[in-house]
Antibody, heavy 120, light 113 residues
Framework: EVQLVESGGGLVQPGGSLRLSCAASGFTFSSYWMNWVRRAPGEGLVWVSRIKSDGSGASYVDSVKGRFTISRDNAKNTLYLQMNSLRAEDTAVYYC?????????????WGQGTVVTVSS | DIVMTQSPDSLAVSLGERATINCKSSQSVLYSSNNKSYLAWYQQKPGQPPKLLIY???TRESGVPDRFSGSGSGTDFTLTISSLQAEDVAVYYCHQYYSIPLTFGPGTKVDIK
């Protein structure tokens, strides 16, 4: 059974940092590209970042460039999102999502999400 | 960036009736080399992650009931729920995965009338 379990969310002050993790199981993690997507309260889905299966080729939405870093450890089957210089507008549920290699790059399976709250 | 718009923002449909959601992209998401539109539809219920319903504009994901169907190509797309069931109450998003940054529509909330 495919599982993605996010962790690391919490309450942080503006300007602070958090590292999110996404533990994968039930599939060959090292073969899949991965996404981070977030949903702010009362808002829609926003793609945050993507990383290729070998850890290269990271991409980011403009609003997080220079502040967030996506990475992965294929030996540990884990995806990460290092978030620095956090702002109130980064408050959201953060989801990791597997990118299907068969469907042209769509995210076919999502974790339950972890909540990040940026507030003083 | 490709901007995705959806209409309506919300709709209420009687049980067993048809629900139709429209999605438009600001640029074509049709990849000419394979003639596929890189457009997906997701369903999200409160407290749950998004669930993939449709990819390549019209291909139903495995396990998705056949009352859900997608159509369209290029820049204009439609998600149809042919006979609304109570469990279909959710927010529906269209999503282009043609180019970075990946983008989503603002969502359409579907309720029971």
């Amino acid at each position: 059974e495919v599982q993605l379990v996010e962790s690391g969310g919490g309450l942080v002050q503006p300007g602070g940092s958090l590292r999110l993790s996404c533990a994968a199981s039930g599939f060959t993690f090292s073969s899949y590209w991965m996404n981070w997507v977030r949903r702010a309260p009362g808002e829609g889905l926003v793609w945050v970042s993507r990383i290729k299966s070998d850890g290269s080729g990271a991409s980011y939405v403009d609003s997080v460039k220079g502040r967030f870093t996506i990475s992965r450890d294929n030996a540990k089957n884990t995806l990460y999102l290092q978030m620095n210089s956090l702002r109130a507008e980064d408050t959201a549920v953060y989801y990791c999502a597997r990118i299907s290699g068969s469907y042209g790059g769509v995210s076919d399976f999502w974790g339950q999400g972890t909540v990040v709250t940026v507030s003083s | 960036d490709i901007v995705m718009t959806q209409s309506p923002d919300s709709l209420a449909v009687s049980l067993g009736e048809r629900a139709t959601i429209n999605c438009k992209s600001s640029q074509s998401v049709l990849y000419s080399s394979n003639n596929k539109s890189y457009l997906a539809w997701y369903q999200q219920k409160p407290g749950q992650p998004p669930k993939l319903l449709i990819y390549w504009a019209s291909t139903r994901e495995s396990g998705v009931p056949d009352r859900f169907s997608g159509s369209g190509s290029g820049t204009d797309f439609t998600l149809t729920i042919s006979s609304l069931q109570a469990e279909d109450v959710a927010v529906y998003y269209c999503h282009q995965y043609y180019s970075i940054p990946l983008t989503f529509g603002p969502g359409t909330k579907v309720d029971i009338k």
